[in-house]
């Protein structure tokens, strides 16, 4: 999908306008047919853009560095682990928690469609839905995480999750060093939403420190 | 089907290009695409395998060509045409022009929660017994459905090993095509690089799909 691909940008806006009026047109059929209410659709809009994102996961990745037990029973079976904290429904109702080691690294992709974890990581950015990385995430790994500036030592096996069923996957990274008697809220801090993808690595205490 | 969208394992794509501080939309119509989307599920009468089909159901340069919302956008006017619940006359025109059909129900603003929290489970009840068990080598079958299938080509014809019995769930080839939900047993298969790309394919990587039994023989 070109995307958001700037050397296409006339050709790109002029497409955009049209879809932009049908866009517009419909919701007009829509709710004047009473098929959609317009206040419903707002409040869907503001779902996705305040309240259910990354930082939802980060709580749950954070309660798991912090607590042994929470971390079993997130393993263990993660849906019920996950809505322990609120998190539940829709494009998650069936989790799974994917643990990184030293030895193996874990790494999620949907090459047929869109398949992410929305109640603990929100809407997926866009290059999660391209091409790009649909394609290479199952062929070339070490590539892609390249693409993130992401190296991972030679040995260590890398995991592809490649989500064809209703079962969402959420990468539980590894705690960094040097956060000992850390508070939760501290964690979640280091959390990144492409470490629960396992496109990146957790932020480094330094990091934050900045 | 063997279309745009099965894309595992194709080249040419380019580098993954991560964009900084990314917005959840990328404007106003993405956000009213996404929730038309949404809210039309309900009152729309299809499924979610139904959704994936019309998505991925065009020629495969179109498909690469569009945007992931306009893909979404596309395929909600083609559902809603198809169901005669809208007409091109009344797209082309912004308004209404023939009286509605009668739907099942309106998400209300009021429903939004619980709807969202509730989602769509796809795990059933069954009294079969799963034909794998965890550690059998199964060959993933030669399938090539014109329909919609969720067995990704690069995996057809090569042999992994069942990692896990996840359960019963919907059958999205059938459940696309309305021919109900017909629930199979769902099993994640874990394959070794090398099995699915030869020498080019990383020698530390594994691949899992997750399968269902109909995709599936003992190898």
Same mark, same amino acid.
Request: charged fraction near 25%; charge should be negative.
């Given at each position: ?62 309660? @798991?560095?912090?607590?042994? *037990? ?12 996950? +809505? %322990? &904290?609120? $998190? ?57 995480? @390249?693409?993130?500036?992401? *190296? ?12 064809? +069923? %209703? &079962?969402? $996957? ?41 | ?219």
């Amino acid at each position: 999908m070109s995307g958001h691909d700037h050397d296409h940008h006339d050709h790109d806006h002029s497409e955009l306008s049209e879809t932009q009026l049908r866009v517009r047109a419909l919701e007009t059929v829509l709710t004047e047919k009473g098929y959609v209410d317009p206040a419903a659709l707002d409040l869907l809009i503001e779902t996705y853009e305040k309240k259910v994102g990354p930082r939802n996961g980060a709580r749950v990745v954070a309660k @798991a560095w912090a607590d042994p *037990t929470y971390r079993a029973r997130l393993l263990k079976d993660a849906t019920p682990a996950i +809505a %322990e &904290i609120g $998190y539940a429904g829709r494009q998650g109702e069936h989790i799974v928690a994917l643990e990184n080691t030293p030895q193996l690294h874990n790494m999620v992709v949907c090459t047929l469609c869109s398949c992410y974890p929305w109640p603990v990581l929100g809407l997926p950015p866009v290059w999660y839905k391209s091409a790009p990385y649909r394609s290479r995430a199952v062929l070339d790994p070490r590539g892609v995480l @390249a693409d993130f500036g992401v *190296t991972l030592p030679k040995e260590t096996e890398i995991r592809i999750w490649d989500s064809t +069923a %209703e &079962i969402r $996957y959420l990468v539980l990274p590894m705690r960094p060093s040097g956060t000992d008697g850390w508070s939760e809220e501290k964690l979640a801090e280091l959390v990144t939403r492409d470490s629960m993808i396992g496109t990146g690595l957790p932020k480094s205490p330094k990091d934050i420190a900045k | 089907m063997n279309g745009g969208q099965d894309l595992g394992g194709t080249h040419g794509h380019g580098p993954v290009k991560p964009e900084l501080n990314e917005p959840v939309f990328h404007g106003e119509w993405e956000k009213r695409a996404f929730a038309l989307t949404l809210a039309m599920g309900m009152p729309g009468g299809w499924n979610i395998d139904m959704s994936r089909f019309a998505r991925e159901n065009r020629p495969p340069g179109e498909y690469l060509s569009m945007t992931y919302y306009q893909i979404w956008f596309a395929a909600l006017e083609t559902m809603l045409k198809e169901r005669g619940l809208v007409a091109e006359d009344e797209i082309a025109a912004g308004h209404s022009l023939h009286p509605p059909k009668p739907v099942k129900r309106v998400l209300s603003p009021g429903d939004v929660e619980k709807t969202l929290h509730r989602g769509g489970p796809t795990e059933r009840e069954t009294n079969t017994a799963a034909a794998f068990k965890p550690g059998d080598k199964v060959r993933a079958k030669n399938l090539n459905p014109p329909t919609h299938t969720r067995l990704p080509r690069y995996v057809r014809g090569h042999i992994g090993t069942i990692e896990r019995i996840i359960g019963c769930h919907v059958f999205p080839d059938s459940n696309a095509m309305g021919a109900g939900e017909n629930p199979q047993w769902l099993y994640t298969v874990r394959f070794d690089g090398h099995e699915l790309w030869g020498d080019e394919g990383d020698p530390t990587s594994k691949v899992s799909v997750d399968a269902w039994e109909p995709y599936l023989e003992l190898a």
